[in-house]
């Protein structure tokens, strides 16, 4: 009788913390969540494409560097609604071509395919 309640009272603690984390889990089941979106600071968050599908956009902003070794274009860029980016300054890759063709400072209208892979500019506009 002694090691029975032994064993009882070693197990409940166990048989305890499984029946809370299955409530956990069913509670979490119930929370709405977007289907595309995490949580970040009480907010849904977009995470984007998960997948390794690229994505084409357009933005307009400013070219604030151009780095030759790197194969870069830096641009200060306004929110781009398409893949739900807010305005932020980002390097994007960009062909010799379209880096010979603009200066610092230049505003720009420019086309981006952006992904897993990293995001290229495809085309520019001066404004």
Known sequence: MRHTTLITLLA???ALAACDSSQDTAEMEDMPMADDAMMMDGQDMPMGDTGNAMQSASAQGTITAIDAEAGTITVDHGP?????WP???MAFEADEQ???E??????IAFE????SEGSVITSITKE
Not at 80 to 84: D, F, G, K, T, Y
Not at 102 to 107: C, D, I, L, M, R
Request: glycine content about 12%; overall charge neutral.
């Open 102 to 107: 603009v200066s610092v400072g230049e505003g």
């Open 98 to 100: 379209l880096r010979s």
């Open 112 to 115: 981006f395919r952006t992904g």
């Open 12 to 14: 409940a603690p166990l």
């Open 87 to 89: 305005a932020m300054t």
């Open 80 to 84: 781009v609604p398409a893949i739900e």
